[in-house]
T-cell receptor, first 116, second 114 residues
Framework: NAGVMQNPRHLVRRRGQEARLRCSPM?????VYWYRQLPEEGLKFMVY????????ESGMPKERFSAEFPKEGPSILRIQQVVRGDSAAYFC??????????????FGAGSRLTVL | AQSVTQLGSHVSVSEGALVLLRCNYS??????LFWYVQYPNQGLQLLLK??????LVKGINGFEAEFKKSETSFHLTKPSAHMSDAAEYFC????????????FGKGTMLLVSP
């Protein structure tokens, strides 16, 4: 029973390029969350999605960042025209039902983006 | 609004010594509380959670935490540290009703020396 799968684990991009990070939730989980971890900081919520729907994107930067979770396939976090400040670890988590109460989030191993 | 404060970005202990990692929360409604552990270059793994049942919660790897409402605290302890406990530990909070998202503290790095 595979857990939350993220790829790539490491991604290097030059300024101005695009970064695409993928997340496949645990089997049976239909809710996906993306978090960003910057050095010396905790994890910051970015976006919460269900299949084909963005439920909460209050933590997403207003520009250059987008996320989707199509009916088929993994969730994708897309960063356009990357800048050095986007360098971080991006974690995906999933849960079997909504983001409330004691529903435990299961995290992937993360995708570490380095912008040169 | 909800938040957690983890006192001490780094905690150093000797192998066999008591581990105490501090977490204080602020929440406008009764919360659920979690401790996660992150080993180097890995994702977060759930250690334990408080969901308003017993105030003393036992988790994996010998860790436990006690919910103290009067102190708004949820400190993590382990009687005897092992070298393998060296990792970063995150406290997190979510309200026990209504929609919200999990809010994390900044983390505490636990260093264990022989």
């Amino acid at each position: 029973n595979a857990g939350v799968m993220q790829n790539p684990r490491h991604l290097v991009r030059r300024r101005g390029q695009e970064a695409r990070l993928r997340c496949s939730p645990m089997k049976g989980h239909s809710h996906v969350y993306w978090y960003r971890q910057l050095p010396e900081e905790g994890l910051k919520f970015m976006v919460y999605l269900q299949k084909e729907n963005i439920i909460d994107e209050s933590g997403m930067p207003k520009e250059r960042f987008s996320a989707e979770f199509p009916k088929e396939g993994p969730s994708i976090l897309r960063i356009q025209q990357v800048v050095r400040g986007d360098s971080a670890a991006y974690f995906c988590a999933s849960s079997p039902s909504g983001a409330a109460g004691a529903n435990v989030l299961t995290f992937g191993a993360g995708s570490r983006l380095t912008v040169l | 609004a909800q938040s957690v404060t983890q006192l001490g970005s780094h905690v150093s202990v000797s192998e066999g010594a008591l581990v105490l990692l501090r977490c204080n929360y602020s929440s406008s409604v009764p919360p659920y509380l979690f401790w996660y552990v992150q080993y180097p270059n890995q994702g977060l793994q759930l250690l334990l959670k408080y969901t308003s049942a017993a105030t003393l919660v036992k988790g994996i790897n010998g860790f436990e935490a006690e919910f103290k409402k009067s102190e708004t605290s949820f400190h993590l302890t382990k009687p005897s540290a092992h070298m393998s406990d060296a990792a970063e530990y995150f406290c997190a909070v979510i309200p026990n009703s209504g929609y919200s998202t999990l809010t994390f503290g900044k983390g505490t790095m636990l260093l264990v020396s022989p």
